[in-house]
């Protein structure tokens, strides 16, 4: 089906924009120190907030992806805008942290879930001839949320106190979101731009497409991308869960100006998205893969030798931008190897690796930190992860060619 009434840029720019927003769950370590410092809260249980917040991505996915599958992506963004702006401005009311894990945790993370999973799943199908640059712009606006709302936020916790910086922004966030939802249109099925032709042979179209996730579930193939997910989101989970305490206590920078540092990680968490999404088109998923483990590795290596701000900031923008090269390059993967027509619920559910990751990568490094007083062993046991991770890219890299060879 070829459409011309739909401008297709247009509602790309608002599912950046929504993206943006939810993308403050990212910034989660500029709230956790003002927190603990109001309530007296344990580094471990304010860890949890992020823990869960994270952990409970599959669930968000599979909902979210099975509103934009079946009904289109604004029924996910009108549910999941709700739950993420109330659930944000519910926060700023909370005095036990168990509350915490209720509003910011649960209610804006799964919200924010679903509107990520409604967002990819309609803006790839809105652009088959760019399919990976179009995900990687859309997965970079999650990426940039808390890089632009990081030093906001900070400015806002210093001036009003963290509980009212919360209100404010699931207030302002409430308006943002409705604004753009007004540009979102359902991607019609089959949809085709304007005088692009689907390319024929090569590799990817000889593989079978549109599969169920009970046959996706079935492969040793997918099991595998699952691991290399896993092991790709640990770093990037505990050094953005725990980026503003790492540069305040190891290398004694001010609040503010570790908030900057945020910013300076989830740019590069932007960047990785679009950048090795888009080395991936060139030189293959398997190989980009690889060559992000080795990136992550090497980063977690200085950050535990290192004993300057420069050599945090260097690990620092290695750590995200591979953390948001995976977070480009899946959604890729997934939809080559299974199809477009149950994208939302295969991509939700392949995110139980990311979950994985969330409930391990940020609690480790917060029980590393009370046990030791900083987070060096936790870094060693990220780079340890990294290396299981490349191993299983080889192993995908393997068995990919073997498919290929099949078909």
Not at 122 to 149: E, H, I, Q, W
Not at 201 to 213: I, L, Y
Not at 294 to 318: E, H, K, R
């Amino acid at each position: 089906m070829s459409e011309d009434r739909y401008n297709r840029w247009l509602i790309l720019i608002a599912a950046i924009i929504i993206n943006i927003c939810i993308g403050t769950l990212y910034a989660w370590s500029v709230f956790a120190m003002p927190l603990g410092k109001l309530f007296g809260w344990a580094p471990p249980a304010l860890a949890l907030v992020f823990t869960i917040n994270h952990g409970l991505s599959p669930v968000a996915m599979i909902g979210g992806g099975y509103l934009q599958d079946r009904f289109g992506a604004k029924a996910a963004l009108v549910l999941g805008g709700l739950m993420f702006t109330v659930g944000l401005f519910c926060s700023g009311f909370v005095s036990q942290v168990g509350m915490l894990y209720l509003t910011y945790s649960a209610l804006a993370g799964i919200g924010g879930g679903i509107i990520y999973a409604g967002n990819i799943g309609n803006t790839v199908k809105f652009f088959p001839d760019k399919r990976g640059l179009a995900a990687g712009l859309c997965a970079a606006g999650y990426g940039c949320g808390a890089m632009l709302v990081a030093p906001i936020a900070s400015s806002l916790i210093i001036t009003y106190g963290v509980l009212s910086t919360f209100q404010i922004l699931g207030a302002a966030f409430f308006v943002i979101i409705a604004i753009c939802l007004m540009l979102i249109k359902k991607a019609p099925l089959g949809y085709k731009p304007v005088g692009w032709v689907p390319p024929t042979g090569g590799p990817v179209t000889s593989v079978p497409v549109d599969k169920a996730w009970t046959q996706m579930l079935s492969e040793g193939f997918w099991w595998v991308v699952v691991v290399m997910l896993f092991c790709g989101a640990m770093s990037g989970l505990m050094i953005l869960a725990h980026a503003s305490p790492i540069g305040q206590i190891m290398f004694q920078l001010t609040p503010m100006k570790a908030a900057y540092f945020v910013s300076i990680i989830t740019l590069a968490n932007a960047i990785g998205r679009v950048g090795f999404g888009s080395l991936s088109d060139k030189i293959g998923r398997a190989n980009t893969i690889m060559i992000m483990y080795v990136v992550s590795a090497a980063s977690m290596l200085n950050l535990t030798f290192t004993g300057t701000v420069l050599g945090f900031v260097i690990s620092g923008i290695g750590v995200g931008a591979v953390f948001g090269g995976f977070m480009g390059t899946m959604p890729t993967i997934i939809s080559e190897r299974y199809g477009l027509k149950n994208f939302g619920v295969n991509y939700g559910i392949t995110f139980v690796g990311f979950s994985l990751a969330a409930l391990s990568g940020p609690l480790t490094a917060a029980k590393v930190r009370v046990a030791t007083g900083n987070y060096d062993q936790a870094f060693w046991i990220a780079l340890g992860v990294n290396v299981v991770g490349f191993i299983f890219a080889i192993i995908y890299k393997n068995m990919d060619k073997r498919s290929q060879a099949v078909s």
